[in-house]
């Protein structure tokens, strides 16, 4: 079972900043937080993931509260085609352990 | 740098045919993991090999059986396939050299059984 939970849906203007969340409040010392997202049919797609710092690339940023029990994926100004389905995703970080994917919350871009 | 490219991109098949998908890594890329994608059931990890040995394996059937090849390509190949094998079926390569695998999708085949 996914060990993560996020909203089931959320709506953001283009241009905006959409911020999702992640509940992830039985995260272990050694997991780490990745996120991915699935446009249409397509295959998942990796964003960003981080341990306990935040992490920023040119996709998007990752906030991770100090008592890593929930984050924040960040995309700072939100477009058409970043509307997808977003997963966080909570993952040992030693050895190449398996994706669990959860429902992932569905980002609708609105113009 | 190419993608992971997955083969066929789509496929039909009748109940009690089997079917063989293929994927191809990133340059370099030593391990492929396979998932399946269903409406019902979600994204559920399948397998993964690593130099030329399954490494992990999801609770799958016997029926769902993959191998990779020397050159880290790797396919995976369902028998006597069932109407609930109909889903988009995603390859998933990483380097394996480090601690930290972050796993680079296909864009999946999408296998429909009738």
């Known amino acids: 079972d996914a060990k993560t939970t996020q909203p089931t849906s959320m709506d953001c203007a283009e241009g905006r900043a959409a911020n999702l969340p992640c509940n992830h409040s039985?995260?272990?010392?050694?997991?780490?937080v990745y996120w991915y997202r699935q446009i249409h049919s397509q295959g998942p797609q990796y964003i960003i993931h981080?341990?306990?710092n935040n992490e920023t690339n040119e996709m998007a940023s990752l906030i991770i509260t100090e008592d890593r029990k929930s984050s924040t994926l960040i995309l700072p100004h939100a477009t058409l085609r970043d509307t997808a389905v977003y997963y966080c995703?909570?993952?040992?970080?030693?050895?190449?352990?398996?994706?669990?994917f959860g429902k992932g919350t569905r980002l609708s871009v609105i113009a | 740098k190419a993608g992971v490219t997955q083969t066929p991109r789509y496929l039909i098949k009748t109940r009690g045919q089997q079917v063989t998908l293929s994927c191809s890594p990133i340059?370099?890329?030593?391990?492929v993991s396979w998932y399946q994608q269903t409406p019902g059931q979600g994204l559920q990890f399948l397998f993964e090999?690593?130099?030329?040995?399954?490494?992990n394996k999801g609770n799958f059937p016997g029926r769902f059986s993959g191998r990779q090849f020397s050159n880290s390509r790797s396919e995976m190949n369902v028998s006597t396939l069932e109407l609930g094998d109909s889903a988009l079926y995603l390859c998933?390569?990483?380097?394996?050299?480090?601690?930290?695998?972050?796993?680079?999708f296909g864009p999946g085949t999408r296998l429909l059984v009738l």
């Open positions: 998933a390569s990483s380097l394996a050299q480090t601690h930290q695998e972050t796993q680079y």
């Open positions: 340059s370099g890329h030593r391990s």
């Open positions: 039985t995260i272990s010392g050694n997991e780490y």
């Open positions: 995703i909570v993952r040992v970080g030693a050895g190449n352990t398996p994706l669990v």
């Open positions: 981080g341990l306990k």
């Open positions: 090999y690593f130099s030329e040995t399954q490494r």
